[in-house]
């Protein structure tokens, strides 16, 4: 399974309640085949935002969840139309989400996440996510940012 | 000669932090004519790794964890600042400004 596809990219989201969206990004990573167990993705998400809340600032955060429920790692865009409240000083309507299976070191998926993850320090990357709703445009980025 | 920099970045989960905080570090250290090398220990297992030379021959060392990294005895005896993830993702520049001033270089 693809780490990132055009299905992947999620845009004018309405909801604006933080619960409310970990909970569809479950669903979606869910639908999307990368998972089977909804709970598990999503209280795995959850947790994590009480152990580190994902607020980056400048409307970004970044979900994560490893988990054993998780088949494949994947990454998806997703975008609200309006600012949800994302931790006790910032708020997001950028999302990009990170998943992975427990077991995986040294593979090469991961350096895929790892990459983007280096690329949301650079803020042409930013902007342009923020900017476009595109998804031919998202697409190619994102794929370009996972590749190097 | 140029100042070189070591650094340490890792998170619980390994997937974004530590590599956010890699980058912003490697930027900052780039921007001020440092010599750099970052070590991360993320999911994709470490990369990077500091040797004792390394840390040794380093002007300034950096921790930026939120987890107890592995290795952690390499450190040992040498004065390591330290800075949370969060911090460095979000000013990396700045803290490496306090360092440096901290240090009397400037």
Partial sequence: ?148 | MKRKLVALCACPMGLAHTFMAAEALEQAAKAKGYEYKVETQGSDGVQNELTMEDIENADIIIHSVAVTPNGIERFEGYEVYEASLQEIIKNAKGILKEIEEDQGVI
């Fill in chain 1, 1 to 148: 399974m693809e780490v990132f596809n055009k299905e992947n990219i999620i845009l004018n989201v309405e909801i604006a309640e933080k619960d409310l969206l970990l909970r569809e990004i479950a669903n979606q990573i869910c639908g999307l085949g990368y998972a089977k167990d909804f709970e598990t993705v999503y209280s795995g998400l959850k947790d994590r935002e009480k152990e580190f809340e994902t607020a980056l600032g400048d409307g970004f955060a970044i979900p994560h969840t490893k988990s054993a429920c998780i088949e494949t790692p994947g990454v998806l865009l997703v975008k609200t139309v309006d600012e949800i409240s994302w931790s006790s000083e910032e708020s997001a309507n950028v999302f990009i989400v990170l998943f992975t299976p427990l077991e995986n070191e040294g593979n090469t998926h991961l350096k895929m996440l790892s990459s983007l993850s280096r690329k949301l320090m650079n803020s042409e990357f930013k902007t342009m996510l923020h900017i476009s709703n595109d998804v031919e445009v998202l697409y190619q980025n994102i794929l370009n940012a996972l590749a190097n």
